[in-house]
């Protein structure tokens, strides 16, 4: 797998092209190969973003994309893709409405209309998960639900702290989505005396990527993609959870 940083992990640190520059040879020089941009261009082109990721020696791979850019402007949000080289368009979260049964069903032909325009240009789109995906509709998740409504041209990506959160058995569950997973988010959990949840380095919670990552790998998945937040100092998070993953990927 490619490891890779979700720039959302270190959204404060970039405010425009010379500071996405140095980012991005931070985490290159602290071993990642590849990039998942968060939503925003800094105030540059795609073309602009994609030409500091080349002149890093990092590939952005995927990116977060609001649901209502791919609803309002899909053809747009292709192009861009192609532009970046980006192979897949994330779906970050969704409005409250669609985690039902009848909403999984409208989001489900939703995506599979999206997923027809992306195949024509080669690009992937895939659903990025939170707590609410695993809600059970009917007996099973939400999240299943989804995939079963879905072509298997429609990818996932797993938040790792996000489906162990909700309670999740990581081991059983990401064989469910052989063939359709794409990009893990490796995001640590660690529960403090009075049982809250908080995210922390990788490697530093109660998640075993020594498991996670080649099962994850073995279902499909291309990409482990380190996502952080509400980190004190987050380059030094973000350069912990690297030195982590490439010393058991």
């Known amino acids: 797998m490619r490891i890779g940083v979700q720039l959302y992990s270190l959204k404060n640190e970039i405010k425009d092209g010379k500071s996405l520059s140095e980012i991005l040879k931070f ?7 590849t990039a998942e941009l968060a939503g925003s261009y800094y105030g540059l082109t795609p073309r602009e973003v994609g030409k500091i990721a080349d002149d890093n020696g990092i590939k952005i791979v995927s990116t977060h994309t609001k649901f209502e ?58 659903h990025h998960n939170h707590s609410k995906e ?7 998740y939400w999240l299943d639900a989804v995939k079963d409504l879905t072509d298997p041209a429609v990818k996932f990506c797993v938040d790792a702290y996000w489906a162990v959160y909700s309670g999740v058995n990581l081991e059983a569950f990401l064989p469910t989505l052989s ?26 919670g109660i998640i075993d990527f020594k498991k996670i990552l080649p099962l994850a790998e073995k279902t499909g998945a291309a990409e482990a993609i380190i996502e952080l937040e509400k980190m004190k100092d987050p380059k030094e998070a973000v350069k912990k959870s690297l030195f982590y993953i490439a010393n058991i990927n």
């Open 27 to 33: 985490v290159k020089d602290n071993g990642a190969e």
């Open 69 to 126: 850019r791919f609803l309002k402007e899909p053809e747009i949000v292709v192009e861009e893709h192609l532009v970046l080289g980006a192979e897949t368009a994330g779906i970050p979260s969704l409005p409250e409405r669609y985690y039902t049964g009848e909403g999984a069903a409208e989001y489900s032909g939703i995506l599979n209309g999206l997923s027809e325009k992306f195949k024509k240009s080669g690009l992937y789109i895939h």
């Open 134 to 140: 695993f809600k059970k509709i009917g007996g099973k």
């Open 179 to 204: 063939g359709r997973l794409k990009l893990v988010h490796v995001k640590d959990l660690k529960k403090n005396f009075f049982g809250m949840k908080k995210n922390v380095p990788a490697g530093d």
